[in-house]
């Protein structure tokens, strides 16, 4: 029965077109560009800017790729005897400049990479991680780890198909859930068609290293006088979503299981999703770095995670009654989309996590489509 399970993951993954597939990522960087509205926060990063949270504790926000494809956010952690790494972005040459920095603030070894899910923006500068401080150990969920290996390696041979998707789109005039492109998105995938071949010749002389080391549950490691819980709270974003936790200084990283300003809801797991949240929402912190956007403290980030909870829940309460009524299965997907669109507000949803930046509106829209393709997949049992 696992086997099959497995089996069935991997041909999800291989379709450029299922949510899940990193592709679909294009649709939301694509999203972002198309106004010239400054928001508070934005799902378009056009600068790397890096925040310290607190003695040897930093994040580094990045800047989108040149194919539009954002990068997740790095936290470093600085113990009294070595280094812990949370994710190690997309581009190559962007970890090379992290790396560079880390050795100006310490001369302590990074000692442990954590990627907090499988995806490329947050785990293709693993080998140059690697080939930077020998010994080092990539921890990771065992479902992350597994995806990893079983995904990641073929990124770069396949990443040249990945303008040909990109330009099927374009010519299709629609995303993959079937979301219209706006005027601003046509030239976002035109611009993002031609920020491939830089990308990929990065790509060129890099070798994947996936993690060497697994926990299901819950991990501790300490740095020197800092302690760093990494938790597997449940699936969401992904089937190994780890958060990374450090109890004494109240700070929170959460991978893409929170990414502001609008959330990714590409494919995973959104009626788990909401229960994984309650159970962050639980954990005594104070500062939280999400897996993109802006550091958040306290009351803010209290409100985002419980608007993201809500979201979750009201979305796929929606979707499940639909697809219990209209039935479960890619055939009656159009029937259910068209159902949940009708009876839930999305004005009112969209308005709460875009306000009225047209970027972030067009970013919402997109996720809203992506979510409801993936909820009924997971209510139809995939
Ligand atoms: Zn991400």
């Known amino acids: 029965m696992k086997g099959i399970k497995e089996m069935k993951n991997f041909a999800i993954l291989e379709n450029p077109f299922h949510p899940l597939h990193p592709c679909s990522y294009v649709f939301l960087a694509v999203a972002l560009l198309v106004s010239n509205v400054v928001a508070i926060d934005s799902g378009k990063t056009l600068e790397r800017t890096v925040v310290k949270l607190a003695d040897g504790i930093y994040t580094i926000r990045h800047k989108d790729a040149p194919d539009t494809f954002p990068q997740g956010n790095t936290t470093v952690i600085i113990g009294d005897r070595e280094v812990l790494v949370v994710d190690s972005c997309y581009l190559p040459s962007s970890a090379r400049e992290d790396i560079a920095e880390i050795r100006r603030w310490t001369s302590k070894p990074v000692r442990y990479l954590v990627n907090t899910h499988w995806h490329f923006d947050h785990t293709m500068g693993n080998g140059t991680y690697w080939d930077a401080f020998p010994g080092l150990t990539i921890v990771a969920h065992t479902e992350t780890a597994r995806q990893s290996s079983g995904y990641n390696p073929g990124w770069f041979e396949r990443f040249p198909k990945r303008g040909d998707r990109l330009k099927q789109i374009l010519e299709a005039g629609k995303d993959g859930n079937g979301k219209v492109l706006t005027e601003g998105e046509r030239k976002e995938y035109q611009?993002?068609?031609a920020g491939i071949a830089p990308v990929q010749e990065e790509f060129k002389s890099v070798v994947d290293r996936a993690p060497n080391l697994t926990f299901d549950s819950e991990m501790r490691i300490d740095l020197g006088n800092r302690e760093v819980?990494?938790?597997?709270?449940?699936?969401?974003?992904?089937?190994?979503?780890?958060i990374i936790f450090l109890p004494k200084e109240k700070i929170l990283m959460t991978g893409d299981l929170v990414v502001h300003p609008v959330p990714y809801m590409f494919g995973g797991y959104p009626k788990d999703f909401g229960a994984t949240l309650r159970k962050l929402d639980q954990l005594n912190f104070e500062t939280m770095i999400p897996g993109h956007g802006e550091v958040m403290r306290n009351e803010k980030a209290r409100s985002y995670v419980r608007l993201l909870i809500d979201f979750c829940e009201?979305?796929?309460?929606?979707?499940?009654?639909?697809?219990?009524?209209?039935?479960a299965g890619a055939a009656n997907l159009p029937a259910v989309r068209e159902a949940v669109m009708k009876n839930i507000d999305?004005?009112?949803?969209?308005r709460k996590f875009a306000g009225e930046s047209k970027d972030e509106q067009d970013a919402f829209d997109t996720t809203f489509a992506a979510m409801i393709t993936a909820a009924h997949g997971e209510i139809s049992g995939r």
Do not use: Q
């Open 229 to 242: 819980r990494i938790m597997h709270l449940g699936r969401g974003n992904t089937a190994g979503d780890a």
């Open 191 to 193: 611009d993002a068609i």
């Open 314 to 327: 009201a979305v796929t309460e929606h979707v499940s009654n639909e697809t219990h009524r209209l039935g």
């Open 346 to 350: 999305v004005a009112s949803w969209r």
